[in-house]
């Protein structure tokens, strides 16, 4: 059975242009690595949770931003295995003051060494231009559909 996620895709406008909040996974497996890795703020739900909820809760975890507003579906995206469910909303925050929780992971992997990373290393605002080369291929149709609803 496929894992499901919830995220929000915070935007805000700058000289009438959107610009995309996306966050960058922390840790050594993607400290060097920048276009197609960036995602939008989302964690996994449990059963019986409200989706929407999941994904406030995980914006505030992987930014230390409390999301408030009005949220706007932007429907999901999927790949092998995982279902994210999205919605849309503006706000703005200074993303080099982005506060991450932190996880555990084994390193070097299969090494039995654990460490704790942030769960996000860094965040950004982008065009979308810019945050649809950035972005992991299989939530671009997320951006798609911001684009579509917010114009």
């Not at 700058?14 to 197609?36: A, R, S, T």
């Not at 429907?75 to 999205?86: F, I, M, N, Q, W």
Request: charged letters at 30%; aromatic letters at 8%.
């Amino acid at each position: 059975m496929p894992k499901i996620s919830a995220g929000l895709l915070m935007y805000r406008m700058v000289n009438g242009e959107p610009e995309i909040l996306l966050v960058h996974p922390g840790g050594p497996f993607w400290k060097n690595k920048d276009i197609g890795v960036w995602s939008i703020p989302k964690g996994e739900t449990e059963e019986g949770e409200e989706m929407l909820e999941v994904a406030k809760r995980e914006f505030k975890e992987e930014t230390g931003v409390t999301a408030e507003g009005d949220f706007v579906s932007i429907g999901s995206a999927d790949r092998p295995g995982k279902t994210v469910h999205a919605w849309m909303f503006e706000g703005d925050c200074d993303p080099t003051k982005i506060i991450s929780n932190m996880i555990t992971i084994e390193w070097p992997p299969k090494s039995g060494k654990k460490i704790d990373i942030p769960e996000v290393d860094r965040a950004g605002f982008f065009s979308v231009e810019e945050a649809r080369s950035k972005i992991v291929g299989y939530q671009l149709p997320l951006i798609d559909e911001f684009v579509k609803k917010s114009h």
